[in-house]
């Protein structure tokens, strides 16, 4: 029997060699979870069956494991190594630095798992807002580690605004959808009610002959 692989490219993980604790699991069965990992492997799977595919769990965070360590619904792969190949590419990216050149490659969920982490072993100044003035700027005396911590604030906050209006905006278009489709519902029946009323006239026009000719015939008779 072949031995089970993990799909992401150069990961040598297979069921034979695994380290002790490292379990494989399944692709996602939601079409909402596999485009959500199909963004963040298309680059990292040369291929990807969503029935046969195994991730070695080397590549998801503790946190996308419950106590069982089985993998929660909402688990993406967000762990992954540095190939020898994107070594090489940004080695020959001209006119950027290495950091430059290494944020350029990582995806935003890498990016951001990556700040979380770094700010979880890093202490906020329990004295923070002494150093700060009413114009929320640092006071000149104030150590790098508040300036720091300041610029690490105001970037928090900003993406909190961010989300803020991503969320609203997201319910602005979700309010535009439901118009547009109870629009659209409006017109079928503006357009059903059309056809009824050429119904109800074609009909009232061929009662109408009808009676022309019952009056024609009458009129005959009595003629006689």
């Not at 439901?178 to 061929?206: A, D, G």
Request: glycine share 0%.
């Amino acid at each position: 029997m072949s031995p089970i692989r993990c799909a992401i490219e150069n990961c040598k993980t297979t069921s034979h060699n695994k380290p002790p604790g490292v379990t494989f699991h399944r692709c996602p069965t939601t079409t909402e979870m596999r485009n959500k990992w199909l963004r963040i492997l298309k680059h990292r799977c040369s291929v990807l069956d969503w029935m046969e595919s195994r991730i070695c769990s080397k590549h998801f965070e503790l946190k996308y494991f419950d106590a069982q360590k089985k993998l929660k619904d909402h688990a993406v792969p967000t762990l992954f190594s540095v190939t020898s190949n994107q070594k090489t590419l940004m080695r020959n990216e001209p006119g950027k630095s290495k950091v430059e050149r290494l944020l350029n490659r990582m995806p935003q969920s890498d990016l951001t798992n990556n700040i979380k982490q770094s700010l979880s072993k890093m202490k906020e100044p329990v004295n923070l807002d002494n150093f700060v003035t009413d114009e929320l700027k640092c006071k000149a005396d104030a150590p790098n580690e508040a300036q720091l911590w300041l610029m690490i604030k105001k970037q928090d906050h900003l993406n909190t605004r961010l989300m803020d209006l991503v969320v609203q905006t997201k319910k602005h278009v979700e309010i535009l959808q439901k118009s547009m489709e109870e629009s659209r519902m409006v017109r079928k029946e503006q357009e059903q009610n059309i056809e009824s009323l050429k119904y109800i006239v074609k009909c009232l026009q061929e009662k109408h002959a009808t009676l022309e000719e019952q009056i024609e015939i009458l009129t005959s008779i009595e003629s006689r």
